[in-house]
């Protein structure tokens, strides 16, 4: 590898490199959850189970073609990219890998490779990670703005082989980051070096990259926490009980009098924390003086 990475190029696959989990099944719940609500959420982790055989059993396409086809299915396209601008980046910051984006970064242009479509993931690798291409499916949309759950080009290793070609003409990317087992990442054959997560080991001219992600300022989700198939049955599961405790909260602070409160929300997980000395009325009366003006007016 030349000591100089001035006008060299780098390939990297998002998923399972960049991004340290290789599922991207938790960004479609974020999308279904933000951009239509609760019942496509809980309709897709119903379908968790059948895209986890479809994958195990060496049909990962057409598992990832569901995926797309329950998240997005009838949903405006508008609305997808607003949760792709304001609730995807600080879940996609939060599980990037560092040495990964050290070795990325120190090249002078970036093409990421996405098995998402292209509209859920552009946003945050360009701003956050200045990456210059993308290469993703791309979502089927009608006339109306509605997305069809459908793609429009599909997520093979030939596909993928032929885009990165095609967006690198008459240049052979200098280095290729990808899982060497993924159908993604077939374009690694295309580079003339080529490495593999982890990452736990950056050369000097890794180290001395002085780009950082730029920081996610601006977070709009609804969720705290990244929607894993787990995370997101207890979120479902807690739901019901949720409402009801709230409703009792609600009620009880309605009827009953100020000073009771603090002692019967301890009953119902509620808590009260006061910070800092509180101030108790002094019992010296302190004297009033009105101008006769006023009084007279």
Same mark, same amino acid.
């Given at each position: ?167 690198? /003409?008459?240049?052979?990317?200098? %280095?290729? &980051? ?7 990442? #077939?374009? !690694?054959?295309?580079? $003339? ?54 409703? /009792?909260?609600?009620?009880?602070? %309605?009827? &009953? ?7 019967? #929300?301890? !009953?119902?997980?509620? $808590? ?26």
């Amino acid at each position: 590898m030349q000591t100089n990475s001035l006008m060299e190029s780098v390939a990297s696959e998002l998923e399972g490199t960049l991004l340290k989990d290789p599922d991207p099944f938790s960004y479609f719940m974020l999308v279904a959850f933000e951009a239509s609500g609760l019942i496509r959420f809980a309709l897709l982790l119903m379908v968790w189970p059948i895209i986890r055989f479809l994958e195990m059993i060496g049909m990962e396409e057409a598992g990832l073609k569901l995926m797309i086809f329950v998240a997005v299915c009838g949903v405006p396209e508008s609305e997808i990219e607003s949760v792709a601008r304001a609730v995807l980046p600080k879940f996609y910051m939060d599980d990037l890998d560092m040495e990964a984006w050290k070795v990325f970064s120190s090249y002078d242009r970036r093409v990421v490779v996405t098995k998402m479509p292209r509209v859920m993931a552009e946003r945050f690798v360009k701003e956050h990670l200045r990456a210059d291409e993308v290469i993703g499916s791309e979502l089927v949309v009608n006339r109306f703005g509605f997305a069809t759950g459908f793609v429009k080009s599909q997520v093979c290793s030939k596909n993928i082989y032929d885009r990165v070609a095609k967006v690198l /003409i008459d240049e052979e990317p200098t %280095l290729g &980051l990808g899982r060497p087992s993924s159908s993604s990442s #077939s374009f !690694l054959s295309l580079c $003339k070096e080529q490495m593999h997560p982890p990452f736990t080991m950056t050369n000097q001219k890794h180290e001395q990259q002085v780009l950082r992600p730029l920081p996610v300022i601006f977070h709009d989700g609804r969720l705290v926490k990244r929607p894993t198939p787990s995370t997101a049955l207890l979120i479902l599961l807690w739901m019901p009980l949720g409402i009801l405790l709230a409703f /009792i909260r609600i009620v009880l602070g %309605l009827i &009953l009098p100020m000073n009771v409160i603090p002692y019967i #929300s301890r !009953l119902f997980g509620g $808590k009260i924390i006061v910070k800092g000395k509180t101030h108790h009325p002094s019992p010296v009366a302190t004297p009033a003086c009105s101008s006769s003006a006023l009084i007279e007016h």
